[in-house]
């Protein structure tokens, strides 16, 4: 069974960080495509950064482009979001997802979802 589980989540001040995980089972992430997006309330959800299959090659939104950071455990089965500088505005819901070849940045174009994981950035 295909399955995505995020962690990490939390409770951070403004300009904090927190290390987002995405753990896979029943599939090995070496060979998908993972995107991670975000859902706040009321909003649309949007990607924020996506790790190739290919040559781990990453994208990133301009609006965490040099704050977030996505990479990938192969040991783990696992692909992170590292988030510095954090503002309250990137509150929201968290959630991994995967696909096949390459990265795009439509949440359509992914075929499997984690639940997420809530992240609050409050003072």
């Known amino acids: 069974q295909v399955q995505l589980v995020e962690s990490g989540g939390g409770l951070v001040q403004p300009g904090g960080s927190l290390k987002l995980s995405c753990a896979a089972s029943?599939?090995?992430?070496?060979?998908?495509?993972i995107g991670w997006f975000r859902q706040a309330p009321g909003k649309e959800r949007e990607g924020l950064a996506c790790i190739s299959r290919v040559d781990d090659k990453v994208y990133y939104q301009s609006s965490v482009q040099g704050r977030f950071t996505i990479s990938r455990d192969t040991a783990k089965n696992t692909v992170y979001l590292q988030m510095s500088s954090l503002k309250p505005e990137d509150t929201a819901t968290y959630h991994c997802?995967?696909?096949?070849?390459?990265?795009?940045?439509?949440?359509?174009?992914?075929?499997?979802w984690g639940r997420g994981t809530q992240v609050t950035v409050s003072s």
């Open positions: 997802a995967s696909r096949g070849n390459f990265c795009e940045a439509r949440p359509t174009d992914y075929q499997s």
């Open positions: 029943g599939f090995n992430l070496d060979y998908t495509v």
